[in-house]
């Protein structure tokens, strides 16, 4: 066991980041590495990913559906973690990734069969960059950098990440542990615990911290955005502390084979759990359909994700299954 340094909370060690008491354990190196040979040659020489039926909007229907709810308080899924938020006129990007792969050696690795629903030129002006891990398909440094005006935005990220940003040329950059608050732009952000790990090369794991985040706009809407998470008790204890959302943004996919994915990604049923525990009134299902990373189906994905729904009385319309490129406004209690 990594020992705590002294002073410091639970989660900081000697050889990095933690995850928190109690949490599933990812499996042993030997008995995963031979789906790990594997799997950065499916992209090369294809796999045939079978895409849901109007999955995916048209760029025109995407415009459309942002142009229509202006004003409002809206979600724009984007493709696998990214999402546009809309909170209080302020613009928040979820995780933003608009290249083609997700590995530093394309085109060896994670290619994602979807391509965004919107390029960056045709997003408004952008006000938030908010993180949840360094991973390729959540950290990537070619979007950070090509995104516009990059000096009127804030990014807000874990714990390490910070360089990441200052490097590609931003200004304005917000590092928080877990549980740490900050307010600007009247969007206040809180970092939460989640189970899940960080690395970037071969050197280095777990040297940066991941999170979820609570989003809260000065009208009272929150969002939960938990980024890629293992399910465990921490999210009970903290849903008792912060919980109260009015969306939970909650990546169901790359579960399968759970040898591999244990420890790392909940299964969908599971997933929904989480949502539940923070509290929240609506839940989206993000982390798939836009890139395979595990061996799930589309299908069973979003089939387990609802049937976990139903298991926990959670009723079918406030399960949001979108369309990448759609918008919907968010509900709010205030």
């Not at 989660?11 to 799997?39: M, V």
């Not at 395979?292 to 299908?299: H, K």
């Amino acid at each position: 066991m990594p020992e705590q340094i002294p002073g410091k909370p639970w989660h900081h060690t000697t050889e990095g980041f933690r995850n928190p008491p109690g949490s599933p354990k990812r499996n042993d190196w030997l008995k995963r590495i031979s789906w790990y040979i594997g799997k950065p040659f499916q992209a090369v020489f294809g796999e045939k990913i079978k895409i849901p039926n109007d999955h995916v909007l048209t760029r025109n229907k995407v415009l459309e559906g942002i142009e229509n709810s202006l004003g409002k308080n809206t979600v724009t899924w984007i493709g696998h973690m990214t999402a546009m938020l809309r909170i209080d006129g302020k613009v928040i990007l979820t995780d933003p990734w608009f290249t083609s792969y997700a590995t530093p050696l394309p085109p060896f690795g994670p290619k994602r069969y979807v391509a965004p629903s919107l390029k960056i030129s045709d997003l408004p002006k952008v006000d938030f960059i908010v993180i949840s891990h360094n991973h390729f398909d959540h950290l990537d440094l070619a979007t950070i950098s090509n995104i516009p005006e990059k000096k009127e935005i804030t990014a807000i990220v874990p714990l390490g990440i910070g360089e990441y940003f200052r490097d590609a040329g931003y200004e304005q950059v917000v590092e928080l542990d877990w549980e740490e608050t900050i307010t600007v732009g009247n969007i206040k952000y809180t970092a939460l615990p989640v189970i899940h790990w960080s690395k970037r090369s071969a050197l280095y794991k777990n040297d940066t911290l991941w999170a979820g985040w609570a989003i809260k706009g000065e009208s009272g809407i929150r969002v939960y955005f938990g980024g890629d998470a293992e399910y465990g008790p921490v999210y009970a204890d903290i849903g008792k502390k912060y919980g109260g959302f009015d969306l939970s943004l909650l990546s169901i996919g790359a579960f399968l084979p759970r040898i591999v994915m244990r420890g790392a990604h909940c299964i969908p049923e599971e997933c929904i759990r989480i949502g539940a525990d923070m509290k929240a009134r609506n839940h989206l299902a993000m982390g798939w359909g836009t890139v395979r990373l595990g061996d799930e189906s589309n299908e069973e994905a979003v089939r387990r994700f609802y049937s976990g729904a139903k298991k926990l009385g959670i009723r079918n319309e406030n399960v949001w299954i979108m369309k990448i490129g759609e918008t919907r406004m968010i509900p709010s209690n205030q």
